[in-house]
C-alpha cells in the first residue's frame, strides 16, 4: 500500500480498542437477547396456531392496571407502550453514549453509519408506497419495513459471523441504533393521533426534574423511577406514543463524569451505568416478552401463508425489508465513499457490505410496533402485517448467511491478525502504535 493510499479516509476502518472492548460487550448482551427474541417469537407462533389459540389471545387481551389514571391496558399494550419503552431507553443512551464520547462524536466517522440508516429508511418506504400504491389505506404503514431488529441481527450473526471483523459488527450497531432514532421520531411525526396538548406539557415537570438529578450525578432509585414512570405515563395520556418518553429521558442521562469527579475524561458517567443495568433487562426481558405477545398470527397452513403474502400490503413490507433496506444502505454507503474518496478498509469488500445490508433487512421488533400503531394490532390487515415481518425478517436472515458464508475464511484470517497478542499484554497488536482514529470513515 501506498502512502497516499495510507492517509486517504477509509470506510470501515479499525477503532480504537477501548471502543471494541465496549462494542464486543454490547454485542454478546444483545446476541443472547436476540436468541430469547426468536424464542418468544416461536412460542407465540406456536401457541396461536395450536387448538389452544383461544388462550393465547385470552392472555394477550387480559386488562390490568389502574383506571383511575387511564392505564387499564391489556397485556399486549403494556407490553408495546411499555416494555417497549425500556427497550428504547437503552438505545437513547447507546446514541447518546456513542455521539458524545464513542468514536461516532468525530463526524467523518459518523458519516457512514448515519448516511446508511437514512438510505435504509427511504429506499424501503419508496418500494412499499410503490408496491400499495393502488390499496386504499395502505399508505399509512410506509414505515414498516424501514426498521431493524439488532437483537435479531445480532442473534443470526453470532452463529454465522463469529469472525466478523470488529469495524463491521461496530457498523451494524450504530446503523441499527441510528435506525431506532429515526423509528422514534417517525412514531412520535406520523404516529400520533388525537394529540392532547396539557398531558404532554405537563410530562416536562417530571422530566426537567429527572434531567436535575441525574445530572447532579443523583442514582437513587426511588427518586429517578417514579419521575421516569411519571414521564411516561403523562406522554402516553398526551397521544403520543409512550415509546418516546425512553428516548427522552436517555438524552436526558450524562455520559461522562463530572467536573467534580475527576474531569470529563476521568470516565463513564451515569449513563453507562444506566446502560448495565436496563440492557439485560432490555435484551432478556422486554424485547423477548413483546415478541411473544405480538407476534403470534394464525397462518391457517401453506394456503393461508401463500393467500396472505399475496395482499399488496404484505407484499410491500417484504420487499421493502428483502430489497429495499440493502438497496437504501449500499447506495448511501457507495455515495458516501464517492463523494469522500473514501476506500474500504484493508482486507474488506463490497459483498462484506452486501452482506450486512441484506442482514439490515431483518425488522422484527420497530416493523411489529409500527404495524400495530397503522393498521391496528387485531385486525385482518394487522394480521396480514404480522406475517410479512416474519417472513421478511427470516428471508433477509437467510440470504445474509448465504451471502456472508461466501467470505468466512476471509473473515478468519482478518479474526486472527485483529486478536494477535504477541506481548501478551491482553491488548492485541494490531490496536498498539497505531492512531486508528484519525483516518477512518465508519
Known amino acids: 500500500m501506498t502512502d497516499v493510499e495510507r492517509r486517504?479516509?477509509?470506510?470501515?476502518?479499525?477503532?480504537?480498542?477501548?471502543?471494541?472492548?465496549?462494542?464486543?460487550?454490547?454485542?454478546?448482551?444483545?446476541?443472547?437477547?436476540?436468541?430469547?427474541?426468536?424464542?418468544?417469537?416461536?412460542?407465540?407462533?406456536?401457541?396461536?396456531?395450536?387448538?389452544?389459540?383461544?388462550?393465547?389471545?385470552?392472555?394477550?387481551?387480559?386488562?390490568?392496571?389502574?383506571?383511575?389514571?387511564?392505564?387499564?391496558?391489556?397485556?399486549?399494550?403494556?407490553?408495546?407502550?411499555?416494555?417497549?419503552?425500556?427497550?428504547?431507553f437503552v438505545a437513547g443512551l447507546e446514541l447518546k453514549r456513542e455521539f458524545v464520547a464513542g468514536d461516532l462524536r468525530h463526524a467523518r466517522r459518523a458519516a457512514v453509519p448515519?448516511?446508511?440508516?437514512?438510505?435504509?429508511?427511504?429506499?424501503?418506504?419508496?418500494?412499499?408506497?410503490?408496491?400499495?400504491?393502488?390499496?386504499?389505506?395502505?399508505?399509512?404503514?410506509?414505515?414498516?419495513?424501514?426498521?431493524?431488529?439488532?437483537?435479531?441481527?445480532?442473534?443470526?450473526?453470532?452463529?454465522i459471523g463469529r469472525f466478523l471483523p470488529s469495524a463491521l459488527r461496530t457498523f451494524l450497531l450504530t446503523l441499527a441504533v441510528v435506525d431506532d432514532l429515526l423509528a422514534i421520531v417517525i412514531i412520535a411525526l406520523f404516529y400520533t393521533s388525537d394529540l392532547a396538548p396539557l398531558p404532554l406539557l405537563a410530562s416536562l415537570v417530571p422530566l426537567v426534574i429527572f434531567t436535575v438529578l441525574v445530572q447532579r450525578r443523583v442514582r437513587s432509585w426511588w427518586l429517578l423511577l417514579p419521575l421516569a414512570f411519571a414521564v411516561w405515563a403523562l406522554v402516553?395520556?398526551?397521544?403520543?406514543?409512550?415509546?418516546?418518553?425512553?428516548?427522552?429521558?436517555?438524552?436526558?442521562?450524562?455520559?461522562?463524569?463530572?467536573?467534580?469527579?475527576?474531569?470529563?475524561?476521568?470516565g463513564p458517567g451515569l449513563a453507562e451505568h444506566f446502560e448495565h443495568l436496563f440492557r439485560p433487562i432490555s435484551a432478556g426481558v422486554a424485547v423477548p416478552l413483546f415478541a411473544f405477545l405480538s407476534a403470534g398470527v394464525y397462518v391457517g397452513g401453506l394456503n393461508g401463508f401463500v393467500s396472505t403474502l399475496g395482499d399488496p400490503v404484505a407484499?410491500?413490507?417484504?420487499?421493502?425489508?428483502?430489497?429495499?433496506?440493502?438497496?437504501?444502505?449500499?447506495?448511501?454507503?457507495?455515495?458516501?465513499?464517492?463523494?469522500?474518496?473514501?476506500?474500504l478498509d484493508e482486507g474488506l469488500s463490497w459483498v462484506d457490505v452486501l452482506g450486512l445490508s441484506i442482514l439490515a433487512?431483518?425488522?422484527f421488533?420497530?416493523?411489529?410496533?409500527?404495524?400495530?400503531?397503522?393498521f391496528g394490532a387485531d385486525s385482518d390487515r394487522g394480521a396480514y402485517v404480522k406475517m410479512a415481518v416474519l417472513?421478511?425478517?427470516?428471508?433477509?436472515?437467510?440470504?445474509?448467511?448465504?451471502?456472508?458464508?461466501?467470505?468466512?475464511?476471509?473473515?478468519?484470517?482478518?479474526?486472527?491478525?485483529?486478536?494477535?497478542d504477541?506481548?501478551?499484554?491482553?491488548?492485541?497488536?494490531?490496536?498498539?502504535?497505531?492512531?486508528?482514529?484519525?483516518?477512518?470513515?465508519?
Do not use: C
Open 315 to 343: 407484499m410491500g413490507i417484504v420487499l421493502g425489508l428483502v430489497a429495499g433496506k440493502p438497496i437504501g444502505i449500499m447506495t448511501a454507503t457507495w455515495l458516501v465513499a464517492r463523494f469522500t474518496r473514501a476506500h
Open 365 to 374: 421488533t420497530v416493523s411489529l410496533l409500527i404495524g400495530e400503531l397503522a
Open 236 to 266: 402516553h395520556a398526551s397521544g403520543v406514543h409512550a415509546t418516546v418518553a425512553g428516548v427522552l429521558l436517555a438524552f436526558a442521562v450524562p455520559v461522562m463524569r463530572s467536573a467534580r469527579a475527576g474531569g470529563p475524561k476521568a
Open 422 to 442: 504477541q506481548d501478551r499484554d491482553s491488548i492485541p497488536d494490531v490496536y498498539q502504535g497505531e492512531d486508528h482514529g484519525h483516518q477512518t470513515q465508519g
Open 361 to 363: 433487512g431483518v425488522g
Open 8 to 88: 486517504a479516509p477509509r470506510l470501515f476502518g479499525r477503532g480504537s480498542w477501548a471502543e471494541a472492548r465496549r462494542i464486543a460487550d454490547i454485542l454478546r448482551k444483545e446476541a443472547i437477547g436476540g436468541a430469547l427474541l426468536l424464542v418468544g417469537a416461536a412460542l407465540a407462533m406456536a401457541w396461536a396456531n395450536s387448538p389452544w389459540s383461544g388462550t393465547y389471545e385470552t392472555l394477550r387481551t387480559f386488562t390490568v392496571g389502574p383506571a383511575s389514571l387511564h392505564l387499564n391496558l391489556d397485556m399486549a399494550t403494556w407490553a408495546a407502550d411499555g416494555l417497549l419503552a425500556i427497550f428504547f
Open 114 to 159: 448515519v448516511a446508511a440508516a437514512l438510505g435504509g429508511v427511504i429506499a424501503p418506504a419508496l418500494i412499499y408506497l410503490l408496491a400499495t400504491r393502488t390499496v386504499d389505506g395502505a399508505a399509512s404503514g410506509w414505515a414498516i419495513p424501514t426498521a431493524t431488529d439488532i437483537a435479531f441481527a445480532l442473534a443470526v450473526l453470532a452463529v
Open 391 to 420: 417472513t421478511g425478517s427470516v428471508a433477509a436472515a437467510l440470504l445474509a448467511t448465504v451471502v456472508l458464508r461466501l467470505r468466512n475464511r476471509d473473515y478468519r484470517l482478518l479474526h486472527q491478525a485483529e486478536t494477535a
